[in-house]
Every structure is written in C-alpha cells, then in structure tokens.
C-alpha cells in the first residue's frame, strides 16, 4: 500500500530565509506526486505536481519541489518565504489504478504546519 | 478556482440521525471524491467516483454511502451519525484518472 510521511509537524521560519517541507513517500511503482496548500477554513490547494520527466517540478507561488527516487522524497523548496505562506502543507502520492474506468486515489501525509516570523 | 460547492458549510447534528452532504461540480469532471480531515490523520478517503452511478469505497468508508445520480453531484450519507464521526469533509473533483484533485472548500460537521 502507498503511504506518505512528513516527519516535521511544525515548522517555523523567518520571513525572507529558505524552506524546505520534507516528503518522503512509499510506493512500489512510479509514483505520482503533489504538494497542496491548505490556509485556515479553506480547501486544498495544489501547488505543483510530478507526473514524469523533469525531476525538478516548479509550482506556483514560487514552490518547487524535486523527485529523488534513490530516496523515496519529493522535498518541497522555496528560496525567500514570506508572511502569506503560513500555512499548513500536505504532500500527496497517488498512480494510475490498475484497472481503466476506476480513480487513482491518493494517499496523504499529515501535514506540516509553517509558521513565518515576522 | 474549480467550480466545487459544498454544502452546507456547517453542521451540527444529534448522534444516531442521519445526514447528507452534498458536493455539487459545474467542471463536468468525470472523477469526484469524498475525504475527511482530521488532526493528526491528514486527509482520508471516504468514497469516490469514476462516473455517475460507478462508485468505490475507500479506506474509511464504514458508516457512509454515496451516491451520483448526475455527473454534477456527488452526495455522501451518514446513516446513522456518531461522534466519531465529526469532523471536516472535503469533496475533490478531478479531470484525469491519475489527478491533480480540486478541493472544494469543506463541510465542518460536529456530531454532538
């Protein structure tokens, strides 16, 4: 079965340093993978997406994340972090189901919840 | 923003009654699903659909039924409510089989 880990719960930074959101996941085949964004009362919001291909994935808001299959990861990355970005993120891995006509159903982690010091 | 509108936003019901929430797309998007978030679990999948009346249970399916009667409307049912069963539920919609999900923006239902 898929599973998907996001060790650290919380996370606080300055506002202006670096991020890095750590994902590492479990599955057999190749995966599909995501981040999304969740600010407080309000649904999900996918950031980018890793179908295939280019391994370094650019999103919006100035998100990137990069598939490292060696080690089963797919770190979320921003250079400069600002205020607006406090919120909770989710990292997802899904694949195609092995029967056609069905869904993939994807699989999330908890979550890790930034926190951006003014 | 997909077009995905939960409804209702908000609910608070009495243990043992039953309740629906609806999850209504205007994307005409053939996959739709039903999640629940909760501290600590991130988010789970309840049910989903791969087209109207062709649906599937996920992995925490147990006291809840779905049904899409139109491609537009996915309802998921709660029997017969208990308290573990407050939470947040969040419909997804999708294009493709493999995603990206859109999520509509939640139902916060307290069971009391």
């Known amino acids: 079965a898929q599973s998907v880990t996001q060790p650290d719960i919380h996370i606080t930074v300055s506002e202006g340093a670096s991020l890095e959101l750590r994902c590492n996941y479990s599955?057999?085949?190749?995966?599909?993978l995501f981040w999304y964004v969740q600010s407080p009362g309000q649904g999900l919001q996918l950031l980018l997406k890793?179908?295939?291909?280019?391994?370094l994935v650019q999103g919006i808001k100035g998100f990137e994340a990069e598939f490292k299959r060696s080690q089963s990861s797919f770190n979320l990355r921003k250079p400069s972090v600002h205020w607006s970005d406090a919120a909770e993120y989710f990292c997802a891995v899904g694949s195609l189901p092995g029967r056609t006509g069905t869904a993939s159903k994807l699989t999330f982690g908890t979550g890790t919840r930034l926190q951006v010091t003014l | 923003d997909a077009g995905i509108t939960q409804s209702p936003r908000h609910k608070v019901t009495e243990t043992g009654t039953p309740v629906t929430l609806r999850c209504h797309q205007t994307?005409?998007?053939?996959?739709m699903y039903w999640y629940r978030q909760d501290p600590g679990h991130g988010l789970r999948l309840i049910h989903y659909?791969?087209?109207?009346?062709?649906?599937d249970k996920g992995e925490v399916s147990d006291g809840y039924s779905v049904s899409r009667s139109k491609t537009e409307d996915f309802l998921l049912t709660l029997e017969s409510a208990t308290s573990s069963q407050t939470s947040v539920y969040f419909c997804a919609i999708s294009e493709s089989q493999a995603g990206p999900l859109h999520f509509g923006n939640g139902t916060r239902l307290t069971v009391t």
């Open positions: 659909s791969y087209g109207v009346k062709d649906t």
């Open positions: 890793y179908f295939s291909g280019d391994t």
């Open positions: 994307e005409n998007h053939r996959y």
């Open positions: 599955y057999g085949a190749t995966p599909y």
